[in-house]
C-alpha cells in the first residue's frame, strides 16, 4: 500500500530533550516536506527536500532540523525542544517534476507535546 | 508576501444543499492551487488541484472549484452536500512549485 508513515504518533517531552520524528515513504517520490498545524493558524510549512541531499526552508524553520540522506525518509529533529513547538505535526511526500511539486500525501500525523 | 486567505472558519449547510468554501490568495505570478479535506484524527487528504488550463477543475467525491484569475480566488463547491462531506478543509497555493502556504482552515458541517 503506497503510504507515507510517521513515528511516534504522539511524543509527550520535555524541554531541552533532543527527539526525532522519522517520516519515510513507499512512493519513491522526490519530493518531502515537513509541516506543523495549530489551531487558528493552519499548516505551516518548516522544511521541504526536493530530492536525496537537498533541503530547503519553509516558512518557520527555526528551531527545526532535517536530513535527506535516502529517498524514502525525511527525519525532522529538534535539538532543543521548547514549549512553543508543541503543535501537531505532517510529513507529507510527492512526485516533482523541473517545474512543479504535485500533489502531496500526508502522513498521519504526529501529536506533540513539550513540557 | 504570497498567502492564501480562508475568510471563514466555520460553513454550516444543510445536507442536499450546494456548499462553497472560500479561499482567496494574493497575487504573485501565476498559483498552483489545491484543496485538500482533513477529517478527524487523520492526516490531510488531496481533493483537487488547479496548475493550468480549463479554470473549472473537478476532483474527488463530486467537489469542484473554480479558479477566477481576476478575483484571485479559488472557492470549493459541490452541488448536494452529504452529511460525510464534515470535516476540515484547507486551501493551498504554491508560486514556486516547491513552497506550500496553506490558508487556516474551514470547518464544514452538513447538517442533516
Known amino acids: 500500500e503506497a503510504q507515507v508513515t510517521q513515528n511516534p504518533r504522539y511524543l509527550i517531552t520535555v524541554t531541552g530533550k533532543k527527539l526525532t520524528v522519522t517520516c519515510s515513504q513507499n512512493m519513491n517520490h522526490e519530493y518531502m516536506s515537513w509541516y506543523r498545524q495549530d489551531p487558528g493558524l493552519g499548516l505551516r510549512q518548516i522544511y521541504y527536500s526536493m530530492n536525496v541531499e537537498v533541503t530547503d526552508k519553509g516558512d518557520v524553520p527555526e528551531g527545526y532540523k532535517v536530513s535527506r540522506k535516502e529517498k524514502r525518509n525525511f527525519p525532522l529533529i529538534l535539538e532543543s525542544p521548547s514549549p512553543n513547538q508543541t503543535s501537531l505535526y505532517f510529513c507529507?511526500?510527492?512526485?516533482?517534476?523541473?517545474?512543479?511539486?504535485?500533489?502531496?500525501?500526508f502522513g498521519p500525523g504526529t501529536r506533540l507535546t513539550v513540557l | 508576501a504570497q498567502s492564501v486567505a480562508q475568510p471563514e472558519d466555520q460553513v454550516n449547510v444543510a445536507e442536499g444543499n450546494p456548499l462553497t468554501v472560500k479561499c482567496t490568495y494574493s497575487?504573485?505570478?501565476?498559483?498552483?492551487l489545491f484543496w485538500y479535506v482533513q477529517y478527524p484524527n487523520r492526516g490531510l487528504q488531496f481533493l483537487l488541484k488547479?496548475?493550468?488550463?480549463?479554470?473549472l477543475v473537478k476532483g474527488s467525491y463530486g467537489f469542484e472549484a473554480e479558479f477566477n484569475k481576476s478575483q484571485t480566488s479559488f472557492h470549493l463547491k459541490k452541488p448536494s452536500a452529504l452529511v460525510s462531506d464534515s470535516a476540515l478543509y484547507f486551501c493551498a497555493v504554491s508560486f514556486t512549485g516547491n513552497q506550500f502556504y496553506f490558508g487556516t482552515g474551514t470547518s464544514l458541517t452538513v447538517i442533516p
Open positions: 488547479y496548475i493550468t488550463g480549463d479554470n
Open positions: 507529507a511526500s510527492s512526485l516533482a517534476t523541473r517545474l512543479f511539486t504535485d500533489t502531496q500525501y
Open positions: 497575487v504573485s505570478g501565476n498559483p498552483y
